[in-house]
């Protein structure tokens, strides 16, 4: 699904966008962190601080009523012969625990430091099933 150019390309970035939308289709972007793996791109829940009435973000809500998602990962540069940008869109699972799910986590705190001083291990992934990938500028 992803070129060699795409890949390579997304291994260098640091930070993504990901788009979900509610069963209303109202959308909601952030950034976030993420790994390529063989079976989607990931992207964990990681420790937030506390609230009172603890709730699933956002984001997890949306994907439960409406699996379809995108990720956005781009550079850009004041030089726009540098401009790039890959698009992942498909349906998002939610990953409690499982095999994929502690690969996912191993991934993510291969892939960023500060994960290693968390404790991921009960916390959920989002996993992108890559069905269109698509790409345009300098992913060199």
């Known amino acids: 699904m992803f070129g060699?150019?795409?890949?390579?390309?997304?291994?260098?970035?640091?930070?993504g966008r990901l788009a979900t939308a509610d069963a209303g289709g109202r959308p909601h972007v952030v950034?976030?962190?993420?790994?390529?793996?063989?079976?989607?791109?990931?992207?964990?829940?990681?420790?937030?601080p506390k609230r009172e009435a603890p709730r699933p973000l956002k984001r997890i809500r949306n994907i439960l009523e409406n699996p379809s998602v995108a990720l956005v990962?781009?550079?850009?540069?004041e030089d726009w012969s540098?401009?790039?940008w890959v698009m992942?869109?498909?349906?998002?699972e939610i990953l409690e625990n499982g095999e994929e799910h502690d690969r996912a986590q191993a991934m993510l705190r291969d892939r960023y430091p500060q994960y290693r001083r968390m404790a991921l291990e009960g916390l959920p992934v989002i996993a992108i099933r890559a069905e269109r990938v698509t790409g345009w500028g300098n992913l060199g």
């Open 82 to 84: 540098c401009l790039g």
């Open 88 to 92: 992942v869109r498909g349906p998002a």
């Open 73 to 77: 990962v781009d550079r850009y540069e």
């Open 4 to 15: 060699e150019r795409q890949r390579t390309f997304l291994d260098s970035r640091r930070v």
């Open 31 to 48: 950034p976030v962190c993420f790994a390529l793996g063989a079976r989607g791109v990931y992207v964990t829940i990681d420790e937030k």
